[in-house]
């Protein structure tokens, strides 16, 4: 259980801050550790046997199995190392916390009716789009079916959008209740996202309902799938809304919201989206269209034309030596003398003599 908790941890510290290290490794793995230390058996063996971690890291984690756990409140600060992981009921974020996504097309299946709707919300504030522009983002709202088919279809149509639009994929809970196995149709999903960044809620139900196969064990079944493909696709982000879920939202069928479970709900996944996608960070994707310019491909145009051209080797015709006074040549380095060429004498045609008057 522990080895499970601390390898999701780890996966989703290596995805979403790379670049934090060994400190956010270790708060994540710690965090993991110290949620499943209740249930761990006395002879657990060392839970980081099959994680690549620095010795130094796994010795501190190791040693964690040996503590009794008692509630402390340093969890919630651990958790709170890693992005993503802290968005529990004890971990709100501040009230001008932004997203980096420009603007968000929400991807809704049947029980999100009435998320944007004034009316089914406690207030006008409450309603989706209003707390997505909360957190910074402008929203399309889209209820696009309760098969991961139909949400598969309505994403593949918004893949030309901008990179800074992020996909919210608030569905998956009429396929729960199915109790299918979810991975292919949430593959699909992610296939036809393209590089934007995905965040995924995870899904829930109230403890009772009257609806068959809407059950918390089917639900988290559900959940494990999404969880489990964001350790492939790096632009996917799970918001835990399940973990915030109160049967207090729901109405009397356990499985649609009421007024008070909408906006609750709402609000839960606006600030999700500003915690997997904060401002002043890289979306998924962004990097990769800036790594290549027009002037980068021209250069390599031209570099392909160089070599593709055949090249006539220059010939260069010997210098003709100067012929320089020996009085000059011996100021030049080394005193080197250069040889006279001999001037070629000129023939000479003897001149013919005047015929004399007496031999007339």
């Given at each position: 259980?522990?080895?499970?908790?601390?390898?999701?941890?780890?996966?989703?510290?290596?995805?979403?801050t790379?670049?934090?290290?060994?400190?956010?490794?270790?708060?994540?793995?710690?965090?993991?550790?110290?949620?499943?230390?209740?249930?761990?058996?006395?002879?657990?063996?060392?839970?980081?046997?099959?994680l690549?971690?620095?010795?130094?890291?796994?010795?501190?984690?190791?040693?964690?199995?040996?503590?009794?756990?008692?509630?402390?409140?340093?969890?919630?600060?651990?958790?709170?190392?890693?992005?993503?992981?802290?968005?529990?009921?004890?971990s709100?974020?501040?009230?001008?916390?932004?997203?980096?996504?420009?603007?968000?097309?929400?991807?809704?299946?049947?029980?999100?009716?009435?998320?944007?709707?004034?009316?089914?919300?406690?207030?006008?504030?409450?309603?989706?789009?209003?707390q997505?522009?909360?957190?910074?983002?402008?929203?399309?709202?889209k209820?696009?079916?309760?098969?991961?088919?139909?949400?598969?279809?309505?994403?593949?149509?918004?893949?030309?959008?901008?990179?800074?639009?992020?996909?919210?994929?608030?569905?998956?809970?009429?396929?729960?209740?199915?109790?299918?196995?979810?991975?292919?149709?949430?593959?699909?999903?992610l296939?036809?996202?393209?590089?934007?960044?995905?965040?995924?809620?995870?899904?829930?139900?109230?403890?009772?309902?009257?609806?068959?196969?809407?059950?918390?064990?089917?639900?988290?079944?559900?959940?494990?799938?999404?969880?489990?493909?964001?350790?492939?696709?790096?632009?996917?982000?799970?918001?835990?809304?399940?973990?915030?879920?109160?049967?207090?939202?729901?109405?009397?069928?356990?499985?649609?919201?009421?007024?008070?479970?909408?906006?609750?709900?709402?609000?839960?996944?606006?600030?999700?989206?500003?915690?997997?996608?904060?401002?002043?960070?890289?979306?998924?994707?962004?990097?990769?269209?800036?790594?290549?310019?027009?002037?980068?491909?021209?250069?390599?145009?031209?570099?392909?034309?160089?070599?593709?051209?055949?090249?006539?080797p220059?010939?260069?015709?010997?210098?003709?030596?100067?012929?320089?006074?020996?009085?000059?040549?011996?100021?030049?380095?080394?005193?080197?003398?250069?040889?006279?060429?001999?001037?070629?004498?000129?023939?000479?045609?003897?001149?013919?003599?005047?015929?004399?008057?007496?031999?007339?």
């Amino acid at each position: 259980m522990i080895t499970k908790k601390l390898t999701h941890a780890l996966n989703a510290a290596r995805r979403i801050t790379p670049r934090r290290g060994a400190a956010v490794l270790a708060g994540a793995a710690i965090a993991a550790g110290l949620t499943g230390l209740a249930a761990a058996p006395a002879h657990a063996s060392p839970v980081t046997d099959s994680l690549n971690l620095p010795p130094e890291i796994s010795e501190q984690i190791d040693k964690l199995q040996d503590l009794p756990t008692n509630g402390s409140s340093d969890l919630s600060s651990l958790l709170d190392l890693v992005p993503g992981l802290g968005q529990g009921k004890d971990s709100p974020l501040p009230a001008n916390a932004k997203t980096q996504c420009a603007s968000v097309v929400h991807f809704g299946d049947s029980t999100w009716t009435g998320a944007d709707d004034v009316a089914k919300v406690t207030a006008a504030d409450d309603t989706l789009t209003t707390q997505y522009k909360r957190v910074g983002a402008t929203a399309e709202i889209k209820h696009a079916g309760n098969t991961l088919s139909d949400i598969a279809t309505a994403v593949k149509q918004e893949q030309s959008n901008a990179k800074d639009t992020c996909f919210v994929i608030a569905a998956g809970t009429k396929t729960a209740s199915t109790g299918a196995n979810a991975a292919s149709g949430i593959e699909s999903v992610l296939t036809a996202a393209g590089d934007h960044a995905v965040l995924w809620p995870t899904v829930a139900v109230a403890d009772k309902t009257t609806l068959t196969g809407y059950t918390d064990s089917n639900m988290r079944s559900f959940n494990d799938a999404p969880k489990a493909a964001a350790v492939k696709h790096s632009n996917l982000r799970i918001a835990d809304l399940a973990a915030k879920t109160d049967d207090t939202w729901f109405s009397a069928d356990g499985v649609d919201l009421n007024a008070t479970g909408l906006a609750d709900r709402n609000r839960s996944l606006a600030d999700g989206l500003a915690t997997a996608f904060p401002k002043g960070t890289s979306l998924p994707g962004e990097d990769d269209t800036t790594a290549t310019t027009p002037d980068t491909d021209k250069s390599k145009q031209d570099e392909k034309k160089t070599e593709t051209k055949p090249t006539t080797p220059k010939t260069t015709t010997p210098a003709t030596p100067n012929i320089l006074p020996p009085e000059v040549q011996k100021l030049l380095p080394g005193g080197q003398t250069t040889p006279k060429t001999p001037a070629t004498p000129t023939p000479t045609t003897p001149a013919t003599p005047a015929p004399s008057a007496t031999q007339e």
